[in-house]
């Protein structure tokens, strides 16, 4: 696994990397900088445009250029223009009453629903996150409440389990999950990471390994289906936040990174590209 490029987008807390094959962009946003990023994996030229409220993590959708955001104000299918964010669509707010909240960490599921997670937005330790499921009619279900700071959501490459994580309580974890409802099982502890690693973003590749980012930690744990750690990737910033498989064959790994609070010397703030040895699989577009 070798560092093939940095690139330098100054992001304050880097997150969501989603790479889209249909027009060769790498798309990212910048929490705290309020920002959606996108880059050309070819040129490596980027450009970015302001959010009006803070962005928790971004999805495809089935028409190139508009993208599915996951924000403080509730699920939107965004338009990155010259003038800045245009929202095409909107599905609302499941948490208005909660103006605290916002939502974080989301993907796809291989049918195309989308899922992402709540948190207090402040992070004050309260508990009021929940997880939801926006599917392909637009209604929006909540699968399950009390969580801290929800991330990691990847799925297995057959689609039936379910990967996620809360960062406030350190552990990796594993449901079963049914393609044909959108249901999702009992959720079973996968690994704990120990201290000082936090988990964070996490994306499955093609042989079914999860990659998982360790805030706070420098690198990215590769496990296996069953917890065992697979390999590790000691990465140049404190702070990797979420791994992407992207470029024209998958075999490039795209890891965002924070630079707010960021050790001297290293490329926190940058995007990190890798050269791996293995294949992800292109992400699908939510089918709503």
Known sequence: MNLMDVIPVDATLGESPLWDERNGLLYWIDIVGMEVGALSVTTRAWATRPTPYRYGSLALTATPGELLAATAQGLHVIRLTDAGIQIVRSFGDPEAALPGNRFNDGKTDRQGRFWSGTMDDAETGQRTGSMYRLDTDGSITKAWSNMGIPNGLCFSPDGRTMYSADSDD????????????????????????????????????????????????SRVVRYQPD??????????????TCPAFGGPGLDMLFITTAGLGEDPGTHGGSILVYEVDVNGIAETPYAG
Do not use: F, H, K, N
């Open 170 to 217: 350190g552990e990796l974890w594993e449901a079963e999950y049914d393609p044909a409802t959108g249901g999702a099982g009992p959720r079973q502890v996968l690994a704990t990471v120990e201290s000082p690693g936090v988990p964070d973003g996490s994306t499955v590749d093609a042989s079914g390994g999860i990659w998982s980012t360790e805030w706070g930690a």
């Open 227 to 240: 917890g065992t750690v697979d390999a590790i990737l000691d990465v140049p910033a404190t702070q990797p």
